[in-house]
Each structure stands twice: as structure tokens, then as C-alpha cells.
């Protein structure tokens, strides 16, 4: 790794079109030192944005590409129609040939893992990627996995996110050490998931100076931050986050609708008005923007599809953090290291079962 | 049913003790007409506490039982020790010989679940109960099932569900058709699983004049209370349930500390005093608070185990009002509708397969 990372960017990705995006790319760009741009799309829209914006201009190459990937496409489509010319494909390429440190992309989630799995491949040692968020806690962050790049998972792969959430702990939060749960419903050692229940004692047996098992936790935890690293298999992971987004932002109603209803209640928001926006920049999901995947040959994140010009920098940053922190570095030594001898021989053998959710 | 609803107490169950549950009791009884009682638990602990509140003493029977069944137990353990003798099990078989019409306890879930189902036995056509829980919406309330009665379920499982939540959204809401959604990860009909997609098809294909099916729902629909019912099996809904009940304590937390930073924050708290009351009121758990069992020959409503006395009057009053609003007779006529030829065949056949989540 050099000092500067670039940065494959899809463009036409995301629902607010190209300028919100290029607009977030400029943000970053003076945010973190050593961006380069690699810009994929359509040069005709890009160029005359690029006019507007000098600097961003000055640290990008423009790649023009004939296709956009939409946004309702099914991966399957995408990966007929679009690849190879599509600015999503080809962003993903460049991180393949090496040109790129990184792509980020708003656009279709599906056809992006679609594409990202065909293109960039598993690493050695996965059978399923994840896509990792980030979560906002009580004690500061914590790693979510798997949020949804796949349905179902048996202990082997959980135990995989496992050491991948891990590795992502130490590139973005600085932890020596994370503590990982697994998510489970009741903490007794009875309840549960066969699967997760495997790989709870297998992640309690093995011994790991990387990553601390933490045991189960449940639902409620993932506020509380108890631990760094929650693992779950895509289904559920999915339907925690967007539960917890959809609660926020029923409270944030809620709250808006007393704030205003007496003279009162708005004398004293506005009176707290400092308070009210350090809570609403504590909410903001635009922060911890950009899922990602993780398990490949390459990092790819996705950030929300309706992100704005702020949101999309924030996925652009923690995506250049985590190359500049070596996150794939350290998963793979991590999943070298965890899938070698030292590890529980039932692991390796996948004597656990396939059996998933 | 007659004019009184007769409430069958475990008085040993819960976190907080007798007096907690007993207090709770007697809230109830001076918001509904027409409650009686009859605890069961320790007499000799009772009774000292019924000397103190004569109006609940009054509307109650004691019913002495030597064993309680502690809130670690395991559900095997507690059927094997406390059948028979606890206040758990005989606050259900009240039930079953139907001198009770319900049973309220906020003891151990598993080994109430346990219990209900030996004691109880599930309605002819239902395979599995599940627990029911009501979601606080900004639409006002939903209701969330399975949260974690079991895990996994086949699509047979999941219309069942359905079923049963629409007649509890008839009960307690009095929605004539209330609609019912299945919980789901991305709202394309490609996406998810299996048994969810197969669930989904049958619904929209059968004619059912007491239920609208309404398609997939994603995480951030319960909170937005897109559907009245939503439908998803023990360990989503359960993990969804409380990753809610987090974020809500969350948010409290954040905006607690913000709001005592600065004397500005603190004064404005002081004038929007109200504002904030009514929104703690809004996000007050404890209105909501009370597991249904649903599936079962007779109603058992479970209250959280640490519910102070609020929280357990809601409790009795929500199984209250369900009784009273004819709940089973709900159930019983529906299952009989739509278990019938009606019914899409393949439902009946069971052709949906039985792999579950």
C-alpha cells in the first residue's frame, strides 16, 4: 500500500444521481489526505459536474462506461446485461486488476455482491462473503455481520464473520483485542440454534490472540455495544438493522411532533436546541454509512442507495480507512492463522453440519 | 362468557416478587369491571399481603401451592419438579378446567411455554403456538408474532400465524380486516426464503374476508406500522422485539445526557417538561407489556419478568380485553375457515415442505 488509496467510484450508483455522488467523492477528498479518484460512468454527465468541482477534478481520472446498473435490476440481469461495461462492474475491475484500492458504490445491492462475487471472488478460505455494518452503541461502535449478503448461515461461516468482524474491529476502532458475540435469543447455553450453538463452543474452545469470544447476546445488546463484534447470519442481521433504523426514526417523530405542540415544548427545543442537535448527529445513520463486504478479494462498500452528498462521504471514509488500516491484510492473516492447525479440528473438517438457519 | 373474566395469577412469577404481582393485580382490577381473581402461590406470603389491600382481597381466592418456579429453571427441569404443585401449573390447569379464563405470569417463558403447551395442548389445526407481542407504532399499535416461541417455521407455520394475528388484531383493536404482513428482507418477490415466499403466495392467493394480506414487510415497517400484523418465526421476531426495545433505551440515554449538558438543555427540559413526559409515556414499555401465547385451548398472557406494577396491570388488562373481546372464539372460527377447502391445497396437503428457517 502506497500513501495514496484510490478509490473506484460507480458513478451512476445510488438514487440521487450523479452529482450527489460526485459531491460526496469532493467532501472526502478534503477529509482525508491521499484520495484518488477513479471515476466510472457516463463521461458526459461526470464532465461537466467535474467543471464545476476543480479540486475533485485535479485527484480523478474519468472512465467512461456505456451502462448504469438500476436500481430495481435483478442481480442475475445485471450480471448479463451489464458487465464488463457497466460503471459498477468496471469500478469493481479496477480494485481486480489492482488499479483501485477500493470501490465504493450506492447502487443496487444485489447486483453489486452479484458482481462483486463473480468479479473479485472469495477468499480462499470463505464460502460466503458478508456485509458488515456499522452500529452505533452506548459505549461507541460496534460491528454488525451479516446484514444481508446471504440467507442463512452454519458455524463454520459464522465463525468465519466471526474473524472477519474482528479483523474489521481492529482496522476501524484500533482494538487490539474486539470481543465478539454471537446473536442468539436467551443467553442459557440451552436456547437456540444448533448452528450458533456450535459455533459458540467452538469459538469458546479455540484459542485466538486476536478476538475475544464473548458469548451470546441478544437483542438489545446491539445498543448497549457489549460487545465489538455481533455476529448473525444475513436474515436476521438484516431485519435487526432496519428495526433499529425504523426505531429511531419513529422516536425522532415522536419527538418532533411533542416538541412542537405547545408553546412551551418549543421554547424549551429551542432553548435546548444545541442538546436536540448533538442527539440528531448521534442518530445520524449517514455516519456510519456503507456496508461492507467482506470475505473478498478486494473491499467493496456499498453505501445506502438514497445517501446524500454526506453520507456518501462518510462510506467513502470508511472505506479508505479501512485500506489504510489494512483491513484485508488482517483478515487474512487472521483466517490463515484460525484455519490452521490451532483450530478446533471440528472446524475444519465441517463436521458441524451444513445445515444453516 | 359471563359478564366476569376470571384471571388465574402466578404469584410466584417475576423477578421483582409476590407484592409487585399482587399490586399490579389490584391496579387492574380498579380499571376493569368485572375482574376476579385467583392466586396461586405461597398463602403464608399472600395472605399478609392481601390484609393490606382489601378490594383485591376481595375479588380474589387463594390458592396455596407448595413449589414456584424459579425464573433459571429450564422448561424440562420445571415440568419434571413443578407439575402438579407450582403456582405456574395451576395457574394454568385453572384454565383447562375452566374455572379461570385466563392466566397472567411473569415468571420464566420457557417454562411457562412448556407448561402451556402439556397442560393446554395446541388447537387442533395448529402445529405450534407462538407469542404475540403488540408493537407501539406511529400508526398506533401492531402486533408482532412468533417473538420467540420457537424457531423456525415452515410456511404452513407462518399462515397459521397469520391467522391467529389477525384474530388477536380483531380482539384487541377492533380492525375488521386488519392487514398482515410477512416479515422479509428486501421487498422484491425474488428475495428471501423459501418458506416465507411460499407463505406469501398462498396468502395472496386465498380469499380470506377477515384478514388483507399485504406482501412483504422489511425491519423499518414495524415501527412505521406499515401492517397490523406482522408474521415471522420465533427467532427473527424475538431478536427484532428486543434490538427495538434497545434502541428505545438508546435513545433515552442519548437524550438524557444531552439534555442535562448545559444549563440551556436543562432549562429548556424544564419547559418542554410535558413534551417529554408525553413522549416517555409514548415509549413506555410497560403499556404494551404481556406476551400472548396464541395456539393454545386457552389464553396465557406472559408479562416481562422484571414488569413492575404498571407493567403487570397492563398485562391482566390486555388478557382482559382479549377475553372479553372473544379472542379464541376468533381463532377457532378462523382456523376453521381458512384450515378448510377453501383454502389453497397446497396448504392443506403440507406440500410447502417442512425445512423451515
Redesign the interface.
Known sequence: MTDTVTIAVDVMGGDRGPAVILGGAGAALSRRNGIRYMLFGNAAVIEPILRGMPELAAASSVHHCEVAVAMTE?PSQALRHGRWRSSMWRAIEAVKKGDADLTVSAGNT?ALMAMARFCLRTLADIERPAIAAQWP??RGMSIVLDV?AS??ADARQLIDFAVMGGAMARALFNIPRPTVGL?N??V?E????EEVRTAGRILKETPMHNLAYGGFV???????GTVDVVV?E???G??????????????S???RE??S??F??R??????????D??RE??DPRKSNGGVFLGLNGIVVKSHGDSDEFGFASAVENGFDMVRNGLQQKISSDLTEYHGAEFHPEFREGATGTGG?
Open positions: 435483478k444485489g452503541t452506548l444481508g440467507i442463512g446473536l435469543i436467551g442459557e440451552v436456547k437456540g440454534l441478544e437483542g438489545d445488546d446491539l445498543g448497549r448473525t444475513g436474515f436476521t438484516n431485519i435487526a438493522l432496519k428495526t433499529a433504523e425504523g426505531t429511531a426514526r419513529q422516536i417523530a415522536y419527538l411533542e416538541m405542540r405547545t412551551f415544548a421554547l424549551g427545543y429551542h432553548l435546548a436546541k444545541d442538546a436536540f448533538s442527539l448521534k442518530l438457519l
